[in-house]
């Protein structure tokens, strides 16, 4: 199956320093990703869609200038959570779409682990 | 509003036992659901997709059912293992976009 490497697995920050994630489809071209977040014993909650060349679409609640996303090649997402704050700390994942438009067939990095001090 | 229900208890089952998982959900009439298997501190992973039109999918040990009527799918993992314990995520692509939204999951534990 398709491969979706994201890195880091875990990061330690201070409150207020921003931090990027990125996410890489490895043998395959992503014109779309997605941007989840888990909160402990929570489901994963869409925070963005992010399309290749294209401004990044954001969920209801989410704060685009707090987490910058950049689509800007069709193999790479990152994701910037800016000015950190502990309430940030949560588990990251990002996904890509693989071929098509529907969302039939997503597969999933392993997920970055962010806390905040 | 569409909700998507999964059972928040952890199932506890002996190994060798069959295990059923079930997700609900309301207000609306997906295409296709999803099931996801997800390990603690990782991506989930995709198992299966069934259609509205399918009843029953099956794939090695695993048997998944999509009853429309009732909105419910039900996940089954025959002759489980240890290995199995995880927890297990229903998806639907609910709203504009058809954007895959998952349930809260239910942890599977799998004894000897």
């Known amino acids: 199956g398709a491969v979706v490497s994201q890195h880091p697995s875990w990061v330690i920050c201070k409150s207020g320093t921003s931090v990027k994630i990125e996410c890489r489809s490895l043998d395959f071209q992503a014109t779309t990703m997605f941007w989840y977040r888990q909160f402990p014993k929570q489901s994963l909650m869409l925070m963005a869609t992010s399309n290749e060349g294209s401004k990044a679409t954001y969920e209801q609640g989410v704060e685009k200038d707090k987490f910058l996303i950049n689509h800007a090649s069709l193999t790479l997402s990152t994701l910037t959570v800016t000015s950190a704050h502990p309430e940030d700390s949560s588990f990251y994942i990002c996904s890509a779409r693989v071929g098509g438009t529907t969302n039939e067939k997503l597969f999933f990095g392993s997920g970055t682990q962010l806390s905040v001090l | 509003s569409q909700k998507i229900e999964q059972n928040s208890e952890a199932l506890n089952i002996q190994e060798g036992k069959t295990a059923t998982l079930t997700c609900n959900y309301t207000?609306?009439?997906?295409?296709?659901l999803q099931w996801y298997r997800q390990d603690p501190g990782r991506g989930p992973v995709f198992l299966l997709l069934i259609r509205e039109n399918e009843k029953e999918k099956r794939k090695e040990r695993l048997k998944v059912t999509f009853d429309t009527t009732l909105k419910q799918s039900l996940f089954h993992i025959t002759a489980s293992q240890p290995a199995d314990s995880a927890t297990y995520l229903c998806a639907l692509p609910l709203g504009g976009g058809n954007k895959l939204t998952f349930g809260t999951g239910t942890q599977l534990k799998v004894e000897l």
């Open positions: 207000n609306y009439s997906p295409a296709y």
